[in-house]
């Protein structure tokens, strides 16, 4: 039996299996909770570990089992496509060990560009488009697609084996790896990182909530951001000043405020540091870092400028990194918690990748030495695509998503062990299954959550969207920590 056929098996047989389940199950048996789904008052903590910018086939497109890279029947990649470089030529998915890559420009353009109508044949031609010179423009966002590079092209189809990033292969065979999650938003990572704790991206003209206009590629951004973006647009020095920018408003309802309303404690904890200011609506290339700190509002650290945030005087909920560590020790962890890294261990291109794998290994180890780790579900996931290749389609729910397909670990106790969760998710499914697991179910809806906004569509509610807590069993005793070095 070939390896392309020895890999996608179990897919296979998975299908099979669903379809066989479907096709007999008795009618309204899709309104019951299935006995694997007892338990759930089990997790009383959900941390949620959101990295930089790798699709699914860029870190896991080889795993065993995974609806990774198509190989041909002697196991090499079967997939080409056009490098604009070299015209009449194409270009494989390539093993790319370096530590360090470039990634590509990942805005709505660039989606729409790499996705071209689902044949997936565009990112190095989106590469491309980046690397035109870049105009001075005090308009931000008539400014074109630009950046100075000269990095190879090609790097935006490399992929990892097992042993350029053992740990997170270590963590997909023990625990719950998920090859079709894909990015709640098309585009950058205001957006994708807005849609992380509200499910929408918008623009607001007030503090109203009914005030906010949908805005999947360019909301508001923090004000930080934007006097670095002007700074590279306008080619000042580092000395030069710049205009103050006013703060973004993000009136709309999120889910920290259904929390709030509910009594469940939540914190966000932001690793202070830099963090890649990418100029990533008109070329996330090049950048200048910006700082990043828990009590000002960036681009990775939306939170801040919730105005339910503010008025429910939750801001004292984003913390420094260190805040973790001492909730841990002290046993005073929230029941949601939120775990952002800075530009160093983020994953985020130029960062090394194996910095970003051992900050994720030491906070899940903390968690499993931890009195915690009996009681936890621990998401680990990438907020979009960064440019780089992945083969599957991602589906269309609303205007905004989803975005392409990226990376998604389940690491509990309880988890299934050695299971590739081929249901459909997004990064909505996190929003989903903290309404289940600490909101009766309650939804982030206009029309129930009792503070009406415009939101396009109510993504814990889209059709198609799977379901985390098929990812557990419970009928199971809980399982021992896995304790990895952070450096293998």
Request: proline share 9%; charged share 25%; net charge negative.
């Amino acid at each position: 039996m070939s390896r392309a056929v020895t890999r996608l098996l179990p897919i296979l047989i998975a299908v099979v299996a669903t379809t066989l389940t479907l096709g007999h199950a008795p009618a309204g048996a899709g309104t019951t909770t299935p006995p694997a789904f007892d338990g759930l008052e089990k997790i009383e903590h959900i941390v949620m570990i959101m990295q930089e910018n790798r699709t699914f086939d860029h870190y896991f497109g080889m795993f065993p089992g995974a609806d990774g890279l198509p190989l041909d029947e002697n196991g090499d990649v079967d997939i080409c496509i056009p490098n604009p470089y070299e015209p009449g030529s194409c270009v494989r998915p390539t093993h790319d060990p370096r530590e360090r890559q470039i990634g590509g420009p990942h805005n709505y353009r660039s989606h729409v560009t790499s996705v071209n109508g689902g044949k997936m044949d565009g990112f190095v031609i989106a590469f491309q488009d980046a690397t035109k010179p870049c105009p001075k423009s005090t308009k931000p966002r008539e400014s074109s697609w630009c950046e100075r590079t000269t990095e190879n092209p090609l790097n935006v189809m490399g992929y990892k084996l097992e042993e350029d990033i053992p740990n997170y292969w270590r963590y997909a065979r023990e625990f719950v790896l998920q090859d079709r999650m894909f990015a709640s938003s098309n585009s950058w990572s205001v957006p994708a990182h807005l849609y992380k704790v509200s499910g929408w991206s918008a623009l607001c003209k007030s503090r109203d909530p009914m005030s906010c206009r949908n805005a999947g590629d360019d909301p508001d951004a923090p004000a930080s951001w934007k006097q670095s973006r002007y700074r590279k647009l306008m080619d000042l020095g580092p000395d030069d000043e710049v205009p103050e920018f006013d703060e973004p408003v993000y009136a709309w309802t999120d889910i920290t405020h259904l929390l709030h309303e509910n009594d469940v404690s939540w914190a966000s904890y932001i690793f202070a540091g830099e963090e890649p200011d990418c100029d990533e609506v008109t070329g996330p290339i090049i950048c200048t870092p910006g700082k990043q700190h828990a009590r000002t509002s960036n681009i990775w650290n939306p939170l801040p400028n919730f105005v339910t945030v503010q008025d429910n005087d939750q801001l004292g909920n984003i913390k420094p990194m260190k805040e973790f560590d001492k909730a841990i020790a002290e046993r005073t962890l929230e029941s949601v918690v939120w775990l952002t890294p800075n530009g160093a261990v983020s994953e985020h291109p130029r960062s090394k990748v194996s910095d970003g794998q051992a900050w994720v290994t030491r906070v899940v180890n903390k968690i499993m030495k931890s009195d915690y780790w009996k009681s936890t579900a621990i998401f680990v996931s990438w907020d979009d695509y960064g440019g780089f290749y992945d083969h599957v389609e991602p589906p269309v729910v609303d205007e905004n998503g989803y975005g392409l397909r990226v990376p998604g670990l389940v690491i509990s106790p309880y988890a299934k062990k050695g299971f590739v969760d081929h249901q459909t998710l997004s990064h909505d499914a996190y929003l989903k299954f903290i309404e289940d697991v600490f909101l009766g179910g309650q939804r982030l809806d206009p029309a129930t959550d009792g503070r009406p906004d415009r939101r396009i569509s109510v993504r814990e509610e889209v059709p198609i969207l799977g379901d985390l807590r098929s990812s557990f069993d419970f009928t199971r005793p809980p399982r021992p920590p896995l304790i990895l070095d952070p450096y293998p």
